[in-house]
């Protein structure tokens, strides 16, 4: 089991990593059509529910189990292509670049189909090793609290002008994480 750092029933080598990826598409950025009012004393926030849709935005994350770590991207959209892409810029950086063995974990979405997908990996990557959560199990990957995470602290309430501002809002999320993470 990869989350305790063992493949195949083998603890894996000091220098071997193991990332989590997947990615979060359709956030959207929602114009309200009034302010968010702030809590006040013996009130609760208030959002207005009337608002504009002003676009969306699709978030590719890589959670780095060893330090808890993240590597983010914001592609324009969401396939094999731009998935492979962020898989290239992902082991072009320590400690994947480095490290004798890369072990991903990912889900059964269609840019990273398990039925395809691992012999497009092995063509271009040899130290590159792919675990799948089952099928219907995405909530498996830990990547997945990340998000939430991101969805609950950056993204409420979502009163955002457009696409640029989450992605600015997300970056300054995945920064203020960077600088505090610690393995999950």
Known sequence: DLYHRT???RPL?????????DEKTCIQALGR????QPPAPGKPTRVEH???QNGTVIYLAALNMGNGGVVGDFPDANNKVTFMSFMERLLSLEPCRSAPRVFLILDNGPSHD?????A????RWSKVYLAFTPKHGSWLNA?????????????????LPGPEAVKDRIRGFEERHNRHARAP
């Open 7 to 9: 493949w195949e029933g």
């Open 143 to 159: 990547v997945e609290q990340y998000f939430s995470a991101v969805e609950r602290k950056a993204l409420t309430p979502n009163d």
């Open 114 to 118: 398990p039925r395809t997908f691992p």
């Open 50 to 52: 009337e608002y504009s």
């Open 120 to 123: 497009r990996v092995a063509e």
């Open 33 to 36: 059509q009034k302010p968010t």
């Open 13 to 21: 080598n000091p220098g071997d990593v193991v990332f989590c990826l």
